[in-house]
Every structure is written in structure tokens, then in C-alpha cells.
């Protein structure tokens, strides 16, 4: 018996009372022993009877549990972190059987966790012990009756492939393209989605036998999600062939996912385009994907064109520098102009993400010519995301045409909805301006939006609905509204300020005849201060709160002496 046997004894009993009972308190018991316990209990056994205690209590402990979906994410996560607590690498194969079992599971989420630490202690096994242990495991998971085994099976080859002999590399070749033509959609997809990170690890003839092969034949799949995944695949293989090769191999069957029947196919391609443009190289940019882009940016799905659009920019960039301006100006730039006034907002927003990035790859005459009137136009959209994407970027544009140019096309824009009828407009600008301050700088904004704000702060936009006629009814909302302006700027001012120019207005408005704005001076000395000296608080603030605590109103009353409570004049 060695030393520590009441602790193997203690893990067997763990076992024991759970396949004793099954019962779904035990469930939970064993849920809490998995996620804070085990690890523990591991440490301090020895590594022979981790190794068997691991083998004999979750081989088929999935059976018994399987039902139990948070216990068993919890299993297969864990066990990716207990290659040490097992005895280290030497011993890490006896994490490989209840992984294997948790990586043929119903539910998804264990399935791809059980799969993520097959993955991670992979690396921990020799190259001995890969072919002994862990690629007999993958045959078995991708040659398995149920699609959850053969799914799992698809994650696992690019891990052991670089390390194991070549008779065994082309083994796993042949299971991989088996699972590549599988009967069911999941598998297939399984496989769509790591063909490119197994393509990877191919050697480079392989890559060409192989994978162009597969690649043709999933991106020609009868299902439209097993299409899609093909094209990200088709990205990664490009990045592997010579250049000569790409025209021949890749790009035939790009084009053609490019004008796939199905929206979602057409959308990953758009969704990727920057990838594949870097990936391809100048001259098939210029030939093929010019063409196939401004196809894209045309689409008649709305999710297509917006995907496109949001790569406008990163497109042109990437653009061979000899000819861009001359692509953009020909190609891209009429089809930007048609989304600008596109009836989908989310196209129109995800353009005017980017478009305001185009002046610097322009610059200043063709931005000045042909991109302020589309940025004018976006300014004024209906779409309130679309106007602040726009404000968002003019900093782009300032640093291209400079201020004085920005300041005569685009801020008679922004004045005009400044002062729009509909106090909707104005408050959008209102909410865009600190964004705006901040993108043209101190200088400008005092010499020409300050006006504009302290227009705003007398707006009497949100008493329109009541009697505008009633002169009684307007001096009253100025003089109430004053405690939300007052706080705010004592804040900003600092103590000087707000004693000698604010405190005044506070006081004055305490005699008000109307409770409203008694009760309102109240909050407003409670928020202001923190900001005051003790002297002020004691000689001034206090007298007039102690008034208005014994106001004949009970609310002037109640925020008053709340005031004395949290300032801490009583």
C-alpha cells in the first residue's frame, strides 16, 4: 500500500457511489467533483492509478451520463489540461480513451471541446507515441457508423500528420478523402472546413494531386453550406501554390463560386475577397477579381453588396499601384456611387464605414471632385448609422484636403441639419457633435460649431407639443431645465467657477414660485457639492437647503433634506 492510498480510495468511492445510484443528485455531485475537484484528486495520486483510475471511470461514464451535457463539457475540457497531472507526456495516452468517447457525443459544443484537447495534447505525445496511440484513435473516429465520430475525425488530421511515418501519412490521406465524399452533409462540411488547415501541412505534390481535387468537389457540392465552406478552403490552398499554377488549378473554380446560384455562397466569396486578393497576386487581381468584385458590389441580394462594400476599401488599397487609380476610377468608383443611394440601409452603412478611406488612396483632387458629393450625400441619409459612419471618419478626409476645404462642403451639411425642423435630425447631430469635435479639432470648433451648441442649449424643441403660444409654460422649461446644465458643467468648471458664476443661478431660482424647479435646486446642490469648498457648503448651501427643507411642498421638502442627508450638513 503506498502512501497515498486513503486518496485512491477516496476517488474509488467517488466512482462507486456514482454507478451505485445514477441518480441525478450524484449527477450533480460528480458535476461539482468534475469542474473543481479532479484536477486535485489527480495531482495527489500516483501516476499508475491516475492512469488506470482515468481508463476505469470514464471510458463509459459517457453512457451513463450522456444526458448531461454541462458535466460532460466540463470532462472534455479538463482532461486537455491533465497531461502533467497524469505523469506527464510518457502517460498522456491515457487521456486519449474518454476523449475518444466524449468526440462521438451527441452535442456539438462537447464534441468540438473534446476535439480541442485531442488537439493540444497531440503535441505532447512522441512520434512513437502519435502512430501507436493517437492515429489508430483518428482511423477509428473517421471510419465510425455514426456521423459524430467521423465529424470529429476531420479536426484531428492536421494535427498528426506532419509527425508520422509516410506509410501512415497516406493512410490518413485516404480516410481524409473518404470523409471529404461522405454520404451525410455534416461530414462533408466537417471536411470543407478543415481542408484548408490539412492542406497546410501537405507536402506541396499532394496539395496538387489531392486537395485541388477535393476542393472541386466540395465547392461543386450539392449543398450550398458545404459550397461556402470550400471557398475559405480555396483561399488557404492559393496561398500554397506557385503562381504559375494558381490560373490552371484554383481560380476556375473561384470564378465560379463567385457566381453561385446560392446568396450565401456568393457572400463568403465577398466576405473573403481581401484574403484571395492577397493570396492571387497583382495580376489575377486584374484579370479575374476586378470583374468578379464589381459583380459582387452589384448583387441582387442586399447581404452580398453589403459584404462587398465593406471591403471596398481594403480592395482598392491592395490594388497594383500602377493601375489603381486608374481600376478605381474606371471599375470600382461607378458602382460606389449606385450603393450610396442603395435602397438597403446595411449596404449604405457598411459602405460609408469604408468610403471615407478612399481620399487617401485618391487624394485631394479626386477626392474634392468625385467623393465629396457621395460623402455629402451619405451625410444627409435617413439611416442615423450611416451619418455617423460618415462623421466617425472625417479625419480621413481632413488629412487629405485639409480644413478649410472640409469646412466649405461639408459643414454647411452639418449646419443645415443642425438646424433641421425636425428635432429628430438635431438631436442626431447633437449626439455626432462631441465625435465631430474631437475629428476637426479645438480651433475649428469654436470658430465654427460653439455657436451652434449654445443654440442647442436653449432649444425648445421638446415643449413644441405644448402650447407653444404659452410664454408662462417656456420660461418655466428654461428654468427647470437649468439643474440638468448646472451639475454637468460644475463637473467640467471646477470649484472657482461654479461658486462665483453658477451657485447664483442656483440660489436665485430657490425663491421660484413654482415647486418644480424649488425641488430641482434641491438635486441640483446635492450634485454640486462635492465640487464646493466646506466654507461654501457650511456659510451658503446649507441656509438655502435648510429653507427648502421646510418648504410648505412635500417633494421640495423630501429632496431637500435627502440634499442635508448626502452632503452631510445636518
Known amino acids: 500500500v503506498c502512501k497515498c492510498g486513503k486518496r485512491k480510495f477516496a476517488l474509488l468511492s467517488i466512482w462507486v457511489r456514482y454507478h451505485s ?205 458545404v459550397r461556402l465552406l470550400a471557398v475559405e478552403a480555396g483561399v488557404s490552398i492559393a496561398t500554397l501554390l506557385p503562381q504559375e499554377d494558381l490560373e490552371t488549378l484554383v481560380m476556375p473554380t473561384l470564378r465560379q463560386a463567385a457566381e453561385d446560384k446560392s446568396w450565401r455562397v456568393r457572400y463568403m466569396v465577398a ?87 478612399l481620399s487617401t488612396i485618391l487624394g485631394k483632387d479626386n477626392t474634392v471632385e468625385h467623393l465629396l458629393p457621395l460623402f455629402l450625400a451619405q451625410l444627409k441619409d435617413e439611416c442615423p448609422e450611416v451619418r455617423l459612419n460618415i462623421i466617425s471618419n472625417l479625419d480621413c478626409v481632413n488629412e487629405v484636403i485639409g480644413i478649410r476645404q472640409l469646412s466649405q462642403s461639408l459643414l454647411p451639411a452639418i449646419v443645415e441639419l443642425a438646424e433641421d425642423a425636425k428635432w429628430r435630425v438635431r438631436l442626431a447631430i447633437i449626439e455626432y457633435m462631441p465625435l465631430l469635435a474631437g475629428q476637426l479639432g479645438v480651433e475649428f470648433f469654436d470658430e465654427k460649431l460653439n455657436s451652434l451648441c449654445m443654440a442647442w442649449l436653449v432649444d425648445h424643441g421638446s415643449i413644441l407639443k405644448i402650447s407653444a403660444h404659452d410664454n408662462n409654460i417656456v420660461h418655466i422649461h428654461y428654468r427647470d431645465i437649468s439643474h440638468y446644465r448646472i451639475p454637468a458643467l460644475s463637473e467640467v468648471c471646477g470649484q472657482e467657477i461654479t461658486t462665483k458664476h453658477m451657485l447664483p443661478v442656483v440660489f436665485k431660482m430657490s425663491n421660484d414660485q413654482v415647486a418644480n424647479v424649488r425641488f430641482n435646486v434641491a438635486k441640483s446642490l446635492q450634485k454640486i457639492g462635492p465640487v464646493l469648498d466646506s466654507n461654501c457648503l457650511q456659510t451658503e448651501v446649507k441656509p438655502v437647503l435648510e429653507k427648502l427643507a421646510s418648504d410648505q411642498d412635500m417633494d421640495v421638502k423630501y429632496f431637500a433634506q435627502e440634499a442635508i442627508s448626502v452632503l452631510s450638513l445636518a
Open 21 to 225: 445510484s445514477k441518480t441525478f443528485g450524484y449527477m450533480l455531485h460528480l458535476q461539482g467533483v468534475t469542474r473543481r475537484k479532479q484536477n486535485s484528486i489527480a495531482q495527489r495520486c500516483s501516476e499508475f492509478f491516475s492512469c488506470v483510475a482515468f481508463n476505469f471511470s470514464f471510458c463509459d461514464r459517457s453512457d451513463t451520463i450522456y444526458d448531461e451535457d454541462e458535466v460532460l463539457l466540463a470532462l472534455a475540457e479538463q482532461l486537455g489540461n491533465f497531461t502533467m497531472l497524469v505523469g506527464g507526456p510518457e502517460y498522456v495516452h491515457c487521456l486519449l480513451p474518454p476523449l475518444e468517447s466524449l468526440a462521438t457525443v451527441e452535442e456539438t459544443v462537447v464534441r468540438d471541446k473534446a476535439v480541442e484537447s485531442l488537439r493540444k495534447i497531440s503535441h505532447e505525445h512522441s512520434p512513437v507515441d502519435l502512430e501507436v496511440h493517437f492515429e489508430p484513435l483518428v482511423k477509428r473516429l473517421a471510419s465510425g457508423d455514426w456521423f459524430t465520430s467521423r465529424t470529429s475525425a476531420c479536426g484531428l488530421f492536421s494535427v498528426c500528420y506532419p509527425r508520422v511515418s509516410s506509410t501512415v501519412k497516406a493512410e490518413i490521406r485516404q480516410h481524409f478523402r473518404t470523409l471529404c465524399s461522405d454520404d451525410t452533409p455534416m461530414v462533408r462540411r466537417a471536411a470543407a472546413s478543415k481542408l484548408g488547415e490539412f492542406a497546410k501541412v501537405l507536402e506541396l505534390e499532394y496539395v496538387k494531386s489531392d486537395i485541388i481535387s477535393l476542393f472541386t468537389a466540395l465547392a461543386s457540392d450539392e449543398q450550398d453550406s
Open 271 to 357: 466576405d473573403k475577397f481581401s484574403d484571395l486578393q492577397k493570396a492571387v497576386g497583382p495580376e489575377i487581381t486584374k484579370n479575374d477579381l476586378v470583374p468578379a468584385f464589381q459583380n459582387l458590389l452589384k448583387d441582387c441580394e442586399a447581404e452580398v453588396r453589403a459584404a462587398a462594400a465593406n471591403k471596398v476599401k481594403e480592395f482598392c488599397e491592395n490594388l497594383p499601384e500602377d493601375s489603381r487609380e486608374t481600376i478605381i476610377m474606371t471599375h470600382i468608383l461607378p458602382c460606389v456611387k449606385e450603393l450610396v443611394s442603395d435602397t438597403n440601409q446595411h449596404v449604405k452603412s457598411a459602405l460609408a464605414s469604408v468610403i471615407m478611406g
